[in-house]
């Protein structure tokens, strides 16, 4: 592996933070698995970073739990605790190795996450425009495939479905103004495409919230296959949910692939976390604090099994319910029975 001289273990900001970006290799285990965490877990790694902190703060929490470091310490920790899971060995080499073999491992992660990054954002940036209308009405006047300029709040279709949730885009003085810019849209100003039917209520926001079908349409594009989007929801060999044994969504997959849509609808012509018209980095981490938030689980819990069910209904076996009458009923049933007695026995 190469040598970095002037490497040291020394902390350099949040490891959740992106690094430089570098061009995806394509067959090195590392890349591929790069490129499957980045989708899935967490899109903002500075790889490096995340790896050397992480194993200084393995010998930090000898002497100090977990729960007496700040929040965004907590969250870098339980990201770098789910690569070491998703790896196998990764941490016994990460440990036994040298200081460039640490950052070597993280910048072949780094490549993966961001090649899956640029490759999605390239091909959602025309597939995105079939979702936009039920199939057989045309967007009127056409978009360009290739040219984004035209989107954003610069089209009907594309600017109504990123109004900002509570935001009337039917106003004459509301369209101008997010079309000027002089409202600002921020990350955590969710658009009406998140919401199933582009349809919100201010009384009730969780209805409907993240189970819009050009949400699905994305996901299906990006994990089960592009040809899957428009078929019975199964994950094909050559998809990247079947290439990482993917069998349930996560919460990092969802909203990972909400920033894409957003950005493959906007007008912005290059892909930045930064961006200040996607404000994407804002907008990602709002979606996955809410998805994250303990206050939030039953609502977070019926979300990822109505996901799930929709994209992976043949693996989520036992979240499905069981066929009144059927033999595997009665041997539920039957079980259930005999624990019963065991319990009313033994009292």
Same mark, same amino acid.
């Given at each position: 592996?190469?040598?970095?001289? !002037? ?25 591929? &698995? ?13 790889? %490096? ?14 002497? +100090? ?30 440990? +036994? ?44 006047? %056409? ?64 209805? !409907?919230?993240?189970? #819009? ?7 299906? &594009? ?6 899957? @989007? ?13 290439? &990482? ?24 012509? @290059? ?8 404000? #994407?980095?804002?907008?990602?981490? #709002? ?25 992976? %209904?043949?693996? #989520? ?29 033994? +009292?």
């Amino acid at each position: 592996m190469s040598s970095d001289d !002037g490497s040291s273990r020394k902390r350099s900001g949040s490891a959740l933070c992106l690094g430089p970006r570098k061009k995806a290799a394509s067959s090195n285990p590392l890349v591929l &698995h790069g490129r499957h965490f980045g989708r899935t877990v967490f899109a903002l790694c500075n790889y %490096p970073s995340l790896l050397t902190s992480g194993i200084l703060r393995l010998e930090e929490l000898q002497d +100090s739990p977990i729960e007496d470091f700040p929040a965004d310490i907590r969250r870098e920790h339980r990201v770098f605790m789910e690569l070491i899971d998703s790896y196998p060995n990764l941490l016994d080499r990460l440990t +036994s190795g040298e200081e460039e073999d640490i950052i070597h491992v993280g910048e072949l992660l780094g490549k993966g996450a961001s090649g899956a990054r640029g490759d999605d954002t390239k091909t959602l940036k025309c597939a995105v425009l079939e979702w936009l209308l039920p199939r057989g009405q045309a967007v009127i006047p %056409p978009l360009s495939q290739n040219i984004k300029s035209d989107r954003g709040f610069n089209h009907e279709v594309t600017g109504a479905l990123l109004c900002p949730a509570g935001l009337d885009w039917s106003n004459a003085e509301t369209k101008e103004s997010l079309k000027s810019g002089e409202t600002a849209v921020r990350g955590d100003q969710w658009p009406m495409f998140i919401y199933a039917g582009y349809d919100y209520d201010p009384e009730d926001p969780w209805k !409907g919230l993240l189970k #819009s079908e050009i949400l699905i349409s994305g996901f299906k &594009h990006v994990f089960t296959s592009p040809s899957s @989007v428009d078929k019975e929801p199964k994950a094909t060999r050559s998809g990247n949910a079947y290439l &990482h044994g993917m069998k349930s969504v996560t919460k990092g997959s969802i909203a990972y692939i909400a920033t894409q849509v957003q950005f493959s609808l906007s007008s912005s012509s @290059v892909f930045s976390w930064t961006d200040m018209i996607t404000d #994407s980095e804002n907008f990602y981490l #709002s979606i996955l604090d809410l998805l994250e938030d303990p206050d939030e689980s039953q609502e977070v819990t019926n979300l990822m099994t109505w996901w799930t069910r929709r994209i992976f %209904p043949n693996s #989520s076996s036992s979240q499905r319910s069981i066929s009144a009458n059927s033999a595997l009923s009665k041997i539920r049933a039957k079980h259930a029975a005999a624990l019963q007695e065991q319990v009313t026995a033994g +009292s």
